[in-house]
C-alpha cells in the first residue's frame, strides 16, 4: 500500500491537512504516515522592541506556557486524528523539519504539508532537496479531483512533475493547461499528454490583467500541478517570477513531483 507522509507542526491549519489525508487513505487508498515536527529553531532566541525595552521571547516563563499550549495542541490532533479513523501512531520529533523529514519520507510515496501564504524558510528547503513528489494543502482541503490544472511553460520542471503524477495517478485522464503569456503551438509537454491518452484543455492568459485572470481559474480547480522551485529561489523572489508567484497566491492545493 502507498504511503502519503502528512506533516503538521505549531500553527498548521489541522483540519484542513485531516481532510485532504483522509481523501488519500478512502478514496486514493493510501496508508497516512502522521508526523508532527518541534522546530528546533523556534527556541531560538528572538529580540523584541515594546516601549523602547527589549524583550526575550525565549525566556523561561514563555517557553514553559508556549510547551503547555502546544502540549495541548497535540492531544486535540491525536484526537482528532482518531475520530477521522486515522488510527496511525502520531510520530513527534524534534528537531530540524528537513533533517526528520528527509528520514520518514524514505519510507513513503508522497509528502503532504500545508502551504501557507508565503512558503517558509522550512517549505522552501523541502522543495529545493525533496526527492518524492510533494503536495502542499492550500486554503481548502483536497476532497476530489476532478478539474486538474498543469501550470506549464513546457519546461523540464513540469515535465517531470507530469511524469510523476501520471505514474502515481494513471487513472486520471482529464486536464487543464493554463499557461501565461505562453505561445501553446510548440509545447511538447501537451503532445506528450495527448499521445498518452489524456485528454487536455487549453487556456491561455495574457494582457495586462493576466495574472489575475489566471489565480482566478486556479481557484476553481481541485489540485494545481507545478513544477518544483529553482535553486535561485531568492532571485525569484526579487524578480517575481511568475510560477514562484502563482506557488505563493493561490489558495488551491499545489503538487509537484
Known sequence: MKKVLVVFSEGSKKNVLIESALFFKEELGYEIMPLYIRDVRRDEIIPATMDGMIVNLSNNSFSEERDAIEEEELNHLKEKLRLRGIIAPLNIEFGFPWDIIKEYLKLS???MFEKGEVLSESAVTVLKNHFKPVVMIGEKPITKLEKIGISSDDGVKINKSMFSFINLFPQKTDFIMLTLLYNIE??????YLKERGKN??????DGEDARTKYLDEVKNLDLLIMG?????YFFEKITGKKGLNIMEKSEVSIFIG
Open 228 to 232: 518544483n522551485l529553482s535553486r535561485g
Open 200 to 205: 487536455v484543455i487549453h487556456k491561455n492568459f
Open 186 to 191: 510548440e509545447n511538447k509537454l501537451l503532445k
Open 109 to 111: 510515496d508522497m509528502l
